[in-house]
């Protein structure tokens, strides 16, 4: 069974790039990685998801290593309102197997 | 994209009541989740409920104290039954898209228990 570890807290200023990173050992095969971010009195909310390699979207991007046991989500250019929490998550529900969420990593940026 | 909607928002009960939890969602879906999340804390699986079956259910949490109904492939409920304060907590609802498989949440209930 997967287990999520991600470091419970970070600060940056604002227009440097952020990179959050995510152990998950014992990832199975057919898991996905996805990351949400949730601001306060919101659900969480998709920001990427990746199997392997790299994925970038408009607004993050995603570095798996071959192993997969770990993932990195990078957050280019913070600003103020990136502040919320970040969760990896390793699993898909589709797939039958569990949803495996991270403790949440809250990412406070300053002017 | 899905939109969920969540009813009550908020809500405080007293201890030994229940309260129903009502999940809407503005297009059909198989697949949905129910979440537990403490504050400060990160979200619990408590089942997945998929239409036209029973819902499936995490270690430690049981039907009898959290019952869930999936009628149709838009809409959700979620009963918190007698109640205590260990409770207390924001209950959400989320979606999974098939394709992509990412989820969709509502807001949240907020429920405090006294």
């Known amino acids: 069974l997967a287990k999520t570890t991600q470091p419970i807290s970070m600060d940056s200023y604002e227009g440097q790039e952020v990179n959050i990173t995510c152990s998950h050992n014992n990832i199975a095969t057919n898991d996905y990685i996805t990351w949400y971010q949730q601001f306060p009195s919101q659900g969480p909310r998709f920001i990427i998801q990746?199997?392997?390699?790299?994925v970038t979207n408009e607004v993050a991007s995603l570095f798996i290593p071959a192993d997969r046991k770990s993932s990195t989500l990078s957050l280019p250019r913070v600003s103020l309102s990136d502040t919320a929490v970040y969760y990896c998550l390793v699993g898909v529900g589709y797939s039958n197997y569990q949803l495996i969420w991270g403790a949440g990593t809250k990412l406070i940026i300053k002017p | 994209s899905a939109v969920i909607s969540q009813k009550p928002s908020r809500d405080i009960c007293q201890r030994g009541t229940s309260l129903t939890i009502q999940c809407q969602v503005d297009s059909q879906v198989t697949m949905m989740f129910w979440y537990r999340q403490q504050p400060g804390q990160s979200l619990t699986l408590i089942a997945t409920?998929?239409?036209?079956?029973?819902?499936?259910?995490e270690s430690g949490f049981v039907i009898d104290k959290f019952p869930i109904s999936r009628p149709n492939l838009t809409f959700s409920t979620l009963t918190v039954s007698n109640m205590s304060p260990e409770d207390s907590s924001i209950y959400l609802c989320?979606?999974?898209?098939?394709?992509?498989?990412?989820?969709?949440f509502g807001p949240g209930t907020r429920l405090t228990v006294t």
């Open positions: 990746g199997y392997k390699t790299k």
């Open positions: 409920a998929n239409q036209g079956s029973e819902a499936t259910y």
């Open positions: 989320s979606v999974e898209d098939p394709r992509s498989y990412e989820q969709y």
